[in-house]
């Protein structure tokens, strides 16, 4: 009984520990009309990008109390954690979130792996061009969202298989931005992206505004951290 219940454990470890490191190898996202924490869980499960929405967790931040950092064509708020019950995992977590707050065209404020920058946006004649702030990253953590308070975002989900194209960093989004194969959305108040580890995602705001990113890590899901962290001592492909 008691080698059973052993060898059990080391089974439902071993599953649990392959889905953190699991790549889905298909390049789609999954629509989710129906919104229930269980549903979620078992669509999370899938290592597909989700989209959904939801006003019913719809809430205000203050960003007057949060740490800001100031970037090249945005500000990033680190913000005191508020439960989400239907976001979240149901074993033990280790939450992070922040806000960006993204900068219009004409620089007036409006409202793990990152590059960010600004690209050329043409203006009316006579007058200088313009720059437009985008930002790419990616993220080890089991669960990340992206969720949009305000504004609408141009937003590219990429899979992992494309990885090789940012190893120096992203100067300029347009290969991202006309690439056919990757998965381009138009997101908005109340619409939310959930993003698996090892995938990028290029945000670019059309009316700009707030985006609410939530990131859940578990036990488990720092096994993804610490593998990282040796192949970058140990240079591992």
Avoid at 15 to 27: E, K, Q
Avoid at 209 to 214: K, R, T
Wanted: some cysteine.
């Amino acid at each position: 009984m008691l080698t059973l219940v052993l060898v059990s454990g080391l089974v439902l470890l071993y599953l649990h520990t392959y889905v953190h490191f699991y790549v889905h190898p298909s390049n789609e996202l999954t629509t989710l009309e129906d919104v229930y924490r269980q549903e979620l869980t078992s669509q999370i499960y899938t290592k597909l990008p989700i989209l959904f929405h939801a006003k019913t967790i719809r809430r205000d931040i203050p960003l007057e109390l949060a740490e800001a950092t100031e970037k090249e064509g945005y500000v990033v708020y680190s913000t005191l954690y508020d439960p989400v019950p239907l976001l979240e995992p149901s074993v033990k977590f280790f939450p992070l979130s922040k806000v960006y707050l993204f900068k219009d065209v004409s620089g007036q404020g409006t409202g793990q792996g990152t590059e960010q920058g600004t690209e050329q946006v043409p203006t009316e004649q006579g007058t200088q061009a313009a720059t437009r702030p985008f930002i790419v990253e990616t993220n080890l953590a089991c669960r990340t969202f992206y969720r949009i308070h305000s504004g609408k975002y141009k937003v590219t989900c990429i899979h992992p298989k494309y990885t090789d194209h940012f190893n120096r960093g992203v100067k300029d989004p347009s290969f991202i931005q006309n690439h056919p194969q990757m998965l381009h959305l138009e997101l908005h108040q109340d619409s939310i992206l959930f993003l698996p580890n090892y995938w990028y995602v290029l945000l670019e705001p059309i009316d700009p505004g707030q985006i609410e990113v939530l990131q859940y890590s578990t036990p488990l899901n720092l096994l993804n951290f610490a593998y990282e962290q040796i192949k970058d001592v140990f240079k591992i492909a």
